[in-house]
């Protein structure tokens, strides 16, 4: 599975942006899709995930009720709904696909990444 992660940008504060992650090479509706971010100095941190299904989604404590995953497997695609942006949201966001639900916030149960987008909040 090749992913490819775009809709990065700079935003002021309070703004919203939508990422997509497109997938090629192999269905995704098995996978369970994620999105992780990594800002500089620190270390990449789970953000969102979704079933394969798209029944079940689950957040980090710091972006509930501002961010959206969502997936339309008849284009392959995820996209990750962003509102209300925060600086603190800076980073660079990755999409990954993994094969099971069980460890949806553990980037090591992924077994497929982008190459990132760089997301920019000012204040």
């Known amino acids: 599975v090749q992913l490819q992660a775009s809709g990065g940008g700079l935003v002021q504060a309070g703004a919203s942006l939508r990422l997509t992650c497109a997938a090629s090479?192999?269905?995704?509706?098995?996978?369970?899709m994620g999105w992780f971010r990594q800002a500089p100095g620190k270390e990449r941190g789970f953000v969102a995930a979704?079933?394969?299904?798209?029944?079940?989604?689950n957040y980090a404590d710091s972006v509930k009720g501002r961010f959206t995953i969502s997936r339309d497997n008849a284009k392959n695609t995820v996209y990750l709904e962003m509102n209300s942006l925060k600086p603190e949201d800076t980073a660079v966001y990755y999409c990954?696909?993994?094969?099971?639900?069980?460890?949806?916030?553990?980037?090591?149960?992924?077994?497929?990444w982008g190459q990132g987008t760089q997301v920019t909040v000012s204040s």
């Open positions: 990954a696909a993994g094969k099971y639900w069980g460890g949806y916030d553990d980037s090591g149960e992924y077994d497929y």
């Open positions: 090479g192999r269905t995704i509706r098995t996978y369970t």
């Open positions: 979704i079933v394969g299904s798209g029944i079940s989604t």
